[in-house]
């Protein structure tokens, strides 16, 4: 079952409640004005299903050069005071997060070092609603036809076909490359229809600098999610899932993430159905744990993989 909110709702679960005296933050102020007014006209948002295949966690990390105006999940500091708070705030979590032995790294499979804002939306894309292997498929062919070989010496191997190749041996075609790419054109590499337009809106933002690096790590969490689902192609799970693993926000909660929802209806011992819990319920749930609901949404995916349907 599909569940929408709109990008003001989005903004409002979004929004960190922790109060930063910072310069950066009288930007982000001028910055919300103008992308609440971009948000509002949007009248497409994408289907990001409820359902959709959580990302799993890896130990790669993406790094950025970019300086943010807040607390990023990133530095081993602000890990280590997240999982302080949620072992004091929430004992029985903090059990879980004793019994398991791996590490929480706020990362995906797909991430490479110096990946921008721009590749980790135009990857999300490309990834939406698939299974990881055959969106690693359609990457890698995008990235063999519009890509440049990071090593020259493998060019030989490219034009046979590619084999022994990875999306780790190119870079990434420029936000002015993709946008001058015929839609029809990328479909040829597997995309379909959709997200061949997605991809090139996502690229035309970044082009004409309504998005950037920059812009988006001095935005809010309500500001960066506003911004980002007012591009067709992205909903606001979508949107979380960058905001916790690109940006690596520290208070992210992904209310329409079904494994979540469901690990959380387990962990606090509250019904779950078709319809429950609602957005506003399970803020309410995770209350607990700001400001770090996104450490503590990465361990109820943890979680999820342990709830049985009887349970």
């Not at 999610?225 to 992210?252: E, S, Y």
């Not at 159905?273 to 943890?302: C, D, L, N």
């Amino acid at each position: 079952m599909t569940i929408r909110r709109s990008a003001r709702l989005v903004a409002k679960a979004a929004e960190t409640p922790v109060a930063m005296a910072s310069p950066a933050l009288k930007v982000a102020t001028e910055t919300s004005k103008v992308t609440k007014a971009r948000s509002k006209k949007a009248k497409e948002e994408s289907s990001d299903p409820a359902g959709v295949s959580r990302p799993a966690p890896s130990i790669v990390t993406t790094a950025t050069a970019t300086v943010s105006a807040f607390p990023s999940l990133a530095s081993p500091q602000v890990m280590q005071d997240a999982l302080r708070h949620l072992k004091t705030a929430d004992p029985k979590l903090g059990k879980f997060i004793d019994k398991i032995a791996e590490q929480c790294v706020m990362s995906l499979d797909r991430d490479q070092d110096g990946h921008t804002s721009y590749i980790s939306l135009c990857q999300s894309i490309i990834y939406q609603q698939l299974a990881g292997k055959a969106a690693a498929a359609i990457l890698l062919r995008f990235l063999k036809q519009y890509g440049t070989l990071k090593d020259r010496s493998k060019a030989d191997l490219l034009a046979a076909g590619g084999a022994g190749l990875d999306s780790s041996d190119f870079v990434f075609p420029t936000p002015q490359q993709v946008a001058a790419i015929d839609t029809e054109e990328l479909k040829n590499v597997g995309l379909g229809q959709r997200k061949a337009e997605y991809l090139k809106e996502v690229a035309l933002k970044f082009n004409d600098g309504t998005l950037s690096d920059e812009k988006l790590a001095m935005m809010s969490d309500s500001e960066a999610a506003a911004a980002l689902v007012a591009i067709r192609g992205i909903g606001p799970w979508t949107a979380d899932m960058f905001l916790m693993f690109h940006l690596k926000r520290t208070n992210i909660l992904p209310t329409l993430d079904l494994a979540v929802r469901k690990a959380m209806c387990h962990h606090f011992g509250v019904p779950f159905g078709k319809k429950t819990p609602t957005h506003e319920q399970m803020v309410e749930m995770g209350q607990i744990w700001e400001p770090y609901r996104s450490v503590a949404t990465w361990y109820m995916w943890k979680l999820s993989g342990t709830v049985t349907q009887k349970s």
